[in-house]
């Protein structure tokens, strides 16, 4: 029973590469989302996903874009990495929007911008 | 703005005992609150969704309890284990803005002792 998958589970860049984070859920939601995870800051979110097709900004939007490639995917990209964006990146997901339904995590991807 | 705090930021207990979590929101109109568990290096696990018409929600050990008119949320552990030592997390979605918007408190770190 995997849940939500994301990979990879670690990563270095350097300042101003670009990668893509990747996240697969197998329980059939219709709502995914990514999340940043900071010391003294707590989990804020970068961008959404109500259903397959859809895609909204999140409190912290800046230097990411996102892809719903079908209901299971959500990708999100760093077009041009910076020291900045050194967090903990956490996808769920939802059946619908979180509002009506109990969200999922996967495990996160650590990645370190030097 | 919604705000949420968990007070204390830190725990510590011997085994066996039981234990309050405490969890405040600003604006009582929510929709329901979620409890999760952060182990160190790890994801989110849910541990309990309480909708906002429910006053309690049980799972095994765990009891989570809701106010809406004070703004508070309890999770109760009893007969607390070594097993239980993580970090625990509330969030309640937020509304008017970004749909699917969790907003986390900062946790509340438990250490249980053997």
């Known amino acids: 029973n995997a849940g939500v998958t994301q990979t990879p589970k670690f990563q270095v860049l350097k300042t101003g590469q670009s990668m893509t984070l990747q996240c697969a859920q197998d329980m059939n939601h219709n709502s995914m989302y990514w999340y940043r995870q900071d010391p003294g800051m707590g989990l804020r979110l970068i961008y959404y996903s109500a259903s397959e097709g859809t895609t909204d900004k999140g409190e912290v939007p800046n230097g990411y874009n996102v892809s719903r490639l079908n209901k299971r995917e959500f990708s999100l990209r760093l077009e041009s990495a910076a020291p900045s964006q050194t967090s903990v990146y956490f996808c769920a997901s939802s059946e619908a929007f979180v509002g009506n339904t109990e969200a999922f995590f996967g495990q996160g991807t650590r990645l370190t911008v030097v | 703005k919604q705000e949420v705090t968990q007070i204390p930021a830190a725990l510590s207990v011997p085994e066996g005992e039981n234990l309050v979590l405490n969890c405040s929101f600003t604006?009582?109109?929510?929709?329901?609150l979620q409890w999760f568990r952060q182990d160190p290096g790890k994801g989110l696990t849910s541990l309990l969704l309480i909708q906002s018409s429910q006053r309690e929600q049980t799972s095994g050990r765990l009891n989570a309890s809701l106010d809406k008119s004070s703004g508070r949320s309890t999770l109760y552990i009893a007969a607390s284990q070594p097993g239980d030592s993580a970090t625990y997390l509330c969030?309640?979605?937020?509304?008017?803005?970004?749909?699917?918007?969790?907003?986390f408190g900062k946790g509340t770190k438990l250490s249980v002792k053997p």
């Open positions: 969030a309640v979605p937020h509304y008017g803005g970004s749909q699917g918007n969790l907003i």
């Open positions: 604006d009582s109109a929510i929709y329901n």
